[in-house]
């Protein structure tokens, strides 16, 4: 079967894509249909890096904030033990709705629960302690609360880990200095796909 190459890669990125196993099929057929319909996921070196996190820590309890089309939690759940679970929170039933769909596909779905409600009015309350991830990929101009909302969530040596942070950098450096400096993180921004930050919580 010939390699599928996402848009826009470098030599540098087509070696180490052909280099990489392909990914699960209903991830390849996730990438077309976010393509498609417009609909921004992250890049599939994400999605491996996010997996390959997952594995190393036997993550079990993730919190995603931001789920679209479910394509960076597809990823996550396909790593996670059996017993693992995750929640991911999206206001947009539409597009959590295709994200259900290739989660039943993918065997995922029991493992999975999508919240639909903006991320702000539901963190406050949520009663989830001693995560392994958190992972943030929503709205850009609500990180700081966010991440501030979601550190207590974590265990100690959990990771939250956090997309798009060099997608536009007029709008992200108070973020990026904010989350590199934290108190409570040992903290680095890798500059792959947009940026992605991840801090493990020291204290």
Same mark, same amino acid.
């Given at each position: 079967m010939a390699r599928q190459y996402e848009p826009g890669m470098d030599d540098v990125e087509r070696y180490l894509e052909g280099a990489h196993a392909a990914p699960h099929p209903l991830l390849l057929e996730l990438e077309q249909h976010g393509r498609k319909d417009g609909i921004p996921i992250v890049s599939r070196a994400t999605g491996r890096l996010l997996s390959t996190l997952v594995?190393?820590?036997?993550?079990?309890?993730?919190?995603?904030?931001?789920?679209?089309?479910?394509?960076?939690?597809?990823?996550?759940? *396909? =790593?996670? %033990?059996?017993?693992?679970?995750?929640?991911?929170?999206?206001? +947009?039933?539409?597009?959590? $709705?295709v994200a259900l769909d290739y989660f039943r596909r993918a065997g995922e779905d029991d493992n999975i629960t999508i919240m639909n409600s903006p991320a702000l009015e539901i963190l406050p309350n949520l009663p989830l302690r001693n995560l392994d991830i958190v992972y943030i990929d929503?709205?850009?101009?609500?990180?700081?609360?966010?991440?501030? *909302? =979601?550190? %207590?969530?974590?265990?100690?040596?959990?990771?939250?880990?956090? +997309?798009?942070?060099?997608? $536009?950098?007029?709008?992200?450096?108070?973020?990026?200095?904010?989350?590199?400096?934290?108190?409570?993180?040992?903290?680095?921004?890798?500059?792959?796909?947009?940026?992605?930050g991840i801090g493990a919580r020291v204290r």
């Open positions: 594995h190393a820590m036997q993550a079990n309890r993730i919190l995603e904030i931001g789920t679209a089309y479910g394509y960076s939690t597809l990823w996550m759940a *396909l =790593a996670q %033990p059996p017993v693992g679970t995750i929640w991911t929170i999206d206001p +947009d039933v539409s597009r959590t $709705d929503a709205v850009k101009s609500e990180y700081r609360d966010y991440l501030d *909302l =979601a550190i %207590p969530m974590l265990k100690r040596s959990g990771l939250v880990i956090v +997309d798009d942070m060099l997608g $536009d950098l007029d709008a992200m450096r108070d973020f990026n200095e904010y989350f590199l400096n934290h108190a409570d993180l040992d903290a680095t921004i890798l500059p792959l796909g947009n940026g992605t």
